[in-house]
């Protein structure tokens, strides 16, 4: 049924995905940092600046969204969210490459990075896809011990 715990997960997981588009990952002057991609160009580190960033957060968003109604066939909701946490996982250790990246380059003007709440999503998405992908299994049990009992 969609008003299951792991529905609520699911949907928690597309907001904290879809929360990447409005929340930068890091800030600073423009001036301050730069890389050869112009990262900081504008001042902000976000999901548009790398083309990677962009393809796997929709690719998991879609993934997770898909999931969510998908509550009648729990085995296919539980390999959904199974390839969800993958691509998610890639996003979130991308990510994570990239900001130490960053701070390989920008070196003592690394001071004036400012890391803001998008940087938390991805690692956030992950474990909520994760917790939805336990419930389901949980609920699969659940359902296949009862169908001995009958």
Known sequence: ???RIQTVFLLLA???LGLQFLFPY????STAVTD???TFSDGVFNLHD????LVN??????LALAAVFLFKNRPLQSKITSIGIFVATILAISLAVQSYMLIQDAGPAMTNIHYQPGIAM????VLLLWIANRFIRKDEALVRSSDRLR
């Open 36 to 38: 050869e991609a112009g």
């Open 14 to 16: 597309v907001a904290t």
């Open 57 to 62: 957060t929709i690719a998991a968003l879609i």
């Open 50 to 53: 790398r083309l990677n960033f």
């Open 1 to 3: 049924m969609i008003q």
């Open 122 to 125: 991805p690692a956030l998405s």
């Open 26 to 29: 890091a800030s600073a002057p």
